[in-house]
């Protein structure tokens, strides 16, 4: 079959919607860029299309050759059979392409609709799918617009109080922590010379001190010289009979001898270690070591199973006591380290150097001891030599219906604890000396003391109500 072909000009009809489109189009160009980027790209198919569709390309007979470009299109479309780009024609009716085949995505005639290989799919006129498409491709425009301009105004409002927010509370920020440092150093520097004053005149006192004992027992010594000097004298050099009738000189002499009296140590001649005491500066200290980048954590502090009395049991990672009431207790084997009488038991850590920390979980437990002990601490018996803090050699925290005290040597101190803490740090500085008794969670100070320790310290506790257990190092 011939047909002659005239030049063709592929320009889409123009539908209402579609013109008015074109003016929204318009209108809206220059205040929505992505409107005339796609208007561009539209622009730019549209040109490729015409460069490919010469005016030889479809006329019939004796047109001009096509170009590479057209004839690879026209090939593709070709095997693809769908349509001819040459013809924009239905390969297979010869029709055009009017209608729109929504199960196979792709364009075909009428008859292809109606009678062809499409007649039991999805379709629609064309007209009908490019105005659909056209209106969902302007909504997604308008709502990229009015995305963007969401976007530029948070840009240009919410970010920029929120830079000026940052600024100024970086700049109060920085005011409240010099200033918090300013008093802290302030404090810290009073404090630093009152304490320097106080040591400065304790020594000089103990300087004073031990002055007039070296001015009084030189005198003392010198006066007993001269006494034993007299005596010898009288003793060498005296005839019998008047050595006879010199014995209540020499007696005499030798009561004022007598009553010089014998030297003796006192604390007065030793330096009051109170002169260097401050509730602030200990604060500071402790807090400083405790929640310092490299605070001090003592790991692997555990209950010697040697030491648990028969009144607890001891868990199976041996970081848990807990009291047993008398029916439900067990014999356990004699140790020679094991209390026998006290609901007692020692941790597995000797130190003697360093400083160490550890925390115990108390929980809800209503009577129960934690702190330190020499290893000589007496194990048997019902004495207070091993009950803790009722002698020289062990230094607990004690909490025993509702009350809190520090004991030791029998001696209690009643602690006021504001809150019931569940859990008790311990803090040891061996070269201080210090021992220290805190609430972890605050790190607000129970109590504290200053010992001179004689022998290596292990962990001590004791409980008699639930449990207690050793958290960490």
């Not at 479309?77 to 929504?102: A, M, N, Q």
């Not at 008790?424 to 609430?439: A, H, K, V």
Request: charged letters at 20%; one cysteine or more.
């Amino acid at each position: 079959m011939t047909e002659e072909f005239t030049t063709c000009d592929f320009i889409c009809p123009s539908s209402p919607e579609e013109t008015s489109l074109n003016l929204v189009n318009r209108e809206m160009a220059w205040e929505q860029p992505i409107f005339s980027v796609l208007a561009g790209g539209m622009k730019a198919q549209r040109q490729a299309g015409d460069i490919a569709m010469t005016p030889g390309t479809c006329s019939g007979g004796g047109g001009e050759a096509t170009s590479p470009t057209a004839s690879a299109a026209a090939t593709s479309d070709t095997e693809s059979g769908i349509f001819s780009v040459e013809s924009e024609l239905c390969v297979e009716h010869e029709s055009e392409l009017d209608w729109f085949c929504g199960t196979e995505q792709k364009l075909i005639c009428s008859l292809c609709a109606t009678a062809g290989p499409c007649r039991e799919h999805t379709v629609a006129p064309l007209v009908s799918r490019v105005t659909a498409v056209r209106n969902q491709l302007v909504d997604v425009c308008e709502k990229i617009q009015l995305q963007a301009l969401r976007i530029e105004k948070f840009i240009q409002q919410t970010l920029a109080a929120k830079e000026q927010k940052l600024q100024a509370a970086a700049s109060r920020a920085r005011e409240q922590v010099l200033a918090q440092v300013s008093v802290a150093r302030e404090a810290l520097e009073e404090e630093e010379q009152r304490l320097l004053e106080e040591v400065q005149r304790e020594e000089e006192r103990v300087e004073q001190c031990l002055l007039t004992q070296r001015a009084h027992w030189s005198q003392a010594m010198t006066s007993l010289s001269q006494t034993r000097s007299r005596l010898v004298h009288t003793l060498t050099h005296t005839a019998d009979a008047q050595l006879v009738n010199s014995v209540q000189e020499i007696s005499e002499r030798v009561e004022e001898a007598e009553g010089v009296g014998e030297p003796c140590d006192t604390d007065q001649l030793n330096l009051n270690p109170a002169c260097m005491d401050s509730k602030l500066l200990r604060g500071l200290w402790a807090t400083a070591l405790l929640l310092s980048p490299n605070a001090y954590k003592t790991p692997h502090i555990k209950f010697d199973e040697r030491t648990v009395s028969p009144l607890l049991s001891l868990s199976d990672d041996q970081r848990t006591l807990t009291f047993v009431q008398k029916k439900l207790r067990h014999p356990v084997p004699n140790e020679p380290a094991r209390f026998d009488a006290w609901p007692n038991a020692l941790g597995t850590l000797s130190m003697s150097s360093g400083t160490h920390s550890w925390v115990v979980g108390v929980g809800q437990s209503g009577a129960f001891k934690v702190g330190v002990c020499y290893t000589s601490l007496e194990r048997k018996g019902s004495g207070n030599e091993a009950r803790l803090g009722y002698n020289t050699q062990s230094w607990v925290l004690s909490h025993y219906d509702g009350d809190y005290s520090y004991c030791h040597a029998g001696k209690k101190v009643p602690l006021q604890v504001v809150k019931r803490p569940e859990r008790i740090g311990l803090l040891l500085d061996w070269p201080s000396q210090t021992l220290l008794f805190y609430e972890p969670d605050s790190c607000a100070v129970l109590f504290s003391i200053m010992q001179h320790f004689t022998a290596p310290l292990i962990p001590a506790c004791a409980v008699t109500d639930r449990s207690i257990t050793i958290l960490h190092g």
